[in-house]
């Protein structure tokens, strides 16, 4: 690819000069070969002149909940009018999920991705959640796993209607997640007033991880809570939300390998007060930018739109969002560094998969500042042009 006129690298080996002008990017075997200076680029069986457009890793949208069928539509605007987000909702979804055959779900599994691809999206995570029993749960497993790169067992988003929490907890931690463990790598818990007690949260937590899953969680979203602690005590991935932050709670992430996950258009969908990214990055925590796309919160997967807000309202410089909605990403799903059958994703240095969004503007400042534009020009996925 030539003729880029600012090309995002985010390689963490290039430190402050990460963003390269006048560029090239030699692709082989769907991976990256060489990145540097258009001028020094070797020669290549074919090109692709992008004629001084600005070049970014693909987004690695790293939190969403695309297995669901139904509206709530009705809720949102109650919102709008001043009812405030419960988690009592995701029970509307999960009925009207229970509900759709399995053609109709993996049909709108596949929009919602094809969506997400056409916004730039290379690299996707995707929950269950609007199960919540043993064999819906392992239904939604299954679609989740045909469609997205990395799947997250939550059988704990909300304790069913009827269920008692405890015995509720108990099924998610046996039946459930042996039925679902062959399809999912990762377990997230609702830990939150209304959904999950730390305590049931921690066990369901550490049956997961006995397991052999990578662990994540939904923590802090609504108030203060233990999510973040116990996220950290965990060691878990990413944990997600983070609008209600104490010190110690930004303190502990920065000691952390957790990453801090934001979901600006989460926060503008619940009138939450936007979760403290730049508080988070100048105390030294990693934080990704994802959509949390799910119809109770956050119905979109632009990720343009994510990291347009972040950099709008959440005070974040555009590299620092670009980097945020791309290695951030990588990092909070473990896949910020190659192994030898998996690429690394999220940044463009020689071995990395070559997941390419080249945006119709020259710069990626454009993304901000023409919020809501269609930027999307290109998007190659290891290699091949898919949009
Ligand atoms: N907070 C928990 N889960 C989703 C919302 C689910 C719903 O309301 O349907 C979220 O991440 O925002
Ligand atoms: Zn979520």
Request: a negative charge; hydrophobic letters at 45%; glycine letters at 10%.
């Amino acid at each position: 690819m030539t003729g880029i006129g600012e090309l995002h690298t985010v390689d963490p080996a290039r430190g402050a000069d990460s963003v390269l002008t006048e560029a090239a990017v030699v692709v082989e075997n769907g991976l990256i070969a060489w990145v540097g200076r258009a001028s020094e680029a070797p020669a290549a069986d074919r090109a692709t002149d992008v004629e001084g457009r600005a070049v970014l890793p693909g987004w690695v949208d790293s939190h969403t909940h695309l297995v669901f069928a139904g509206d709530r539509g009705a809720e949102f605007a109650a919102r709008m009018a001043g009812e405030a987000y419960a988690a009592g909702g995701i029970g509307v979804t999960t009925n009207a999920t229970r509900e759709a055959g399995d053609e109709t779900l993996r049909g709108l599994v596949a929009g919602r991705v094809r969506d997400a691809v056409a916004g730039g999206t290379t690299y996707l995570e995707t929950k269950t959640g609007y199960g919540l029993d043993v064999e819906q749960e392992l239904r939604a497993a299954r679609i989740a796993a045909d469609a997205a790169d990395e799947v997250t067992f939550l059988g704990a988003h909300l304790v069913p209607e009827g269920a008692d929490p405890d015995d509720y907890v108990e099924t998610v931690c046996g039946p459930m997640l042996q039925a679902v463990r062959p399809h999912v790598q990762w377990a997230d818990v609702f830990c939150e007033r209304g959904a999950f007690t730390p305590e049931q949260s921690r066990r369901v937590l550490e049956a997961c991880r006995d397991a052999g899953l990578g662990l994540r969680v939904h923590g802090n979203q609504i108030g203060p809570g233990e999510g973040v602690a116990l996220a950290v005590e965990l060691g878990a991935a990413s944990v997600d939300h983070c609008n209600f932050l104490s010190d110690e709670d930004v303190a502990a992430l920065a000691g952390s390998a957790t990453v801090a996950t934001v979901l600006p258009a989460c926060d503008l969908s619940t009138r939450a007060p936007l979760a403290p990214a730049r508080k988070l990055l100048d105390a030294g925590a990693t934080v990704a930018i994802a959509s949390n796309c799910n119809p109770g919160t956050s119905y979109t997967t632009s990720m343009n739109f994510c990291v347009a807000t972040a950099v709008l309202q959440m005070e974040l410089t555009v590299e620092e969002a670009v980097r945020a909605a791309t290695l951030g990403g990588a990092k909070a799903l473990r896949r910020d560094v190659s192994a030898p059958d998996r690429p690394a994703v999220g940044h463009l240095a020689v071995g990395t998969r070559a997941d390419l969004h080249v945006l119709d503007a020259p710069a990626a400042v454009h993304l901000a500042y023409r919020p809501g534009m269609p930027l999307t020009w290109g998007v190659w996925r290891a290699g091949r042009r898919e949009v």
